[in-house]
């Protein structure tokens, strides 16, 4: 740990807090890191409470059974594991209905999102407005003084400034960071992520030590209420509204045939284009005023630099002159050393060392200086090399 900072949320297993006992409000989706997290936190003298919440229904999923799917977050299979590892665990557990708040703050700003031709990470809004968002807010109705998740990722204080700062997990391939950045001081004041110092393989053995049913269990990567990959079947069913075709067009304006709607594409996608050309051809941008989509080579889908709206910064309180950082612009993207720099309240440019493939409309952009999370915003548009 960094000298100066202290983190009270990543004690490892069997240490107790020196602090006086927490009340904890431990959100709890039935897989096995959320399971590892409550496990932590008893073994750390908390009070724990579990809570798995319901964010699907029936009207929100493609078919009615799929909400008994592994694939759903929120099935009955997840929340009976959920509910089986609370009680080993001697906790007090309850579901939540956030459904409603889901379908409002995630489901429809996915589809408005993908309308607008962009593409959003429906992750990061769950985070933002439901998982942390609703549930800081019941845990101050339980009288809890934290809340903790089973995220991959780490909660310090700077004793110099009195800043909370999220920091990356210590198992690389499975930091979580990125999906956190919208945190506020406040949330992450009162945030505990157990995990953070630990390895996925650390975090599995002690499931497995603790007898739980889910040491193993298979992750799924699929978007929750969109568990078949659809993304353009769902949006046209939750939406009501059929596809509008339109003209495929090249960088230099040249008409290549027509399309099956913008929803059915994203920037950097080659197949399902329905087109032959003697080269490979990608989406390289979205014009849904033109309904058009636009085509061109790969060396055409990079980009020098981008700009980012709706931003949350965490580290500092602003960035009024170019700070040099690292940036991610998806969550499997290597970040980039960049320049960023503050050119409104709520608008940030990024400019890159290096043109950067494939920067898409919706997606965040995260900076980190090492392995602190400065901030980050979503990407509204990009400059070509």
């Known amino acids: 740990m ?26 709890m989706s039935g897989g096995v890191d959320s399971s590892v997290a409550a496990l932590l936190l008893q073994r750390q003298g908390a009070e724990a409470l579990g809570v798995t919440l319901k964010l699907l229904g029936n009207e929100d999923l493609p078919a009615p059974a799929s909400i008994g799917s592994e694939k759903a977050c929120c099935s009955l299979e997840s929340v ?14 309850y579901v939540f209905n956030f459904s409603g708040d889901f379908r409002r703050e995630v489901i429809a700003r996915f589809a408005e999102a993908y309308c607008r031709g962009e593409t959003p990470n429906p992750c990061v809004d769950c985070n933002r407005y439901v998982k942390l968002g609703k549930l800081f807010r019941r845990g101050e109705e339980l009288d809890c003084t934290h809340i903790a998740t089973g995220h991959y ?17 210590l198992d690389e391939a499975k930091d979580q960071s990125y999906f956190l950045y919208t945190l506020t001081q406040s949330q992450l004041a009162r945030l505990l992520l157990p995990l953070g110092g630990l390895t996925k393989a650390q975090v599995r053995e002690l499931a497995q030590e603790a007898g739980f049913a889910n040491a193993h269990r298979r992750e799924s990567q699929d978007i929750c209420f969109v568990p078949d990959g659809d993304y353009a ?32 594409y994203t920037v950097g996608q080659r197949k ?12 390289c941008g979205i014009r849904p005023q033109e309904n058009q989509v636009v085509l061109g080579r790969d060396e055409e889908l990079f980009s ?15 960035i ?9 612009i998806r969550y499997r993207h290597k970040e980039q050393p960049a320049t960023a720099l503050q050119t409104g309240p709520d608008e940030l440019l990024v400019t890159f060392d290096q043109p950067q493939r494939a920067i898409t409309r919706g997606q965040a952009v995260v900076l980190y200086d090492g392995d602190t999370v400065i901030g980050g915003g979503t990407i509204s548009g990009h400059e070509q090399k």
């Open 2 to 27: 960094s000298r100066g900072l202290v983190n009270p949320g990543a004690l490892g297993p069997g240490v107790s807090s020196a602090q006086e006992k927490r009340r904890v409000l431990v959100a």
């Open 80 to 93: 009976e594991q959920a509910r089986a590892v609370a009680i080993g665990l001697g906790m007090p557990f």
């Open 153 to 169: 990722a780490q909660v310090e204080q700077d004793k110099a400034s009195g800043r909370w700062l999220l920091k990356k997990g």
């Open 233 to 264: 079947g769902f949006i046209g069913r939750y939406t009501g509204k059929a596809p509008v075709p339109g003209e495929f067009v090249g960088t230099a304006g040249q008409i290549y045939g027509c399309h099956k709607g913008i929803i059915h």
């Open 272 to 283: 399902g284009l329905g087109l032959s050309f003697p080269q490979p051809m990608y989406v």
């Open 304 to 318: 020098s630099a981008l700009t980012a709206r709706d931003l949350n910064l965490i580290a500092v309180e602003s």
């Open 320 to 328: 009024p002159a170019p700070m040099r950082v690292t940036a991610k």
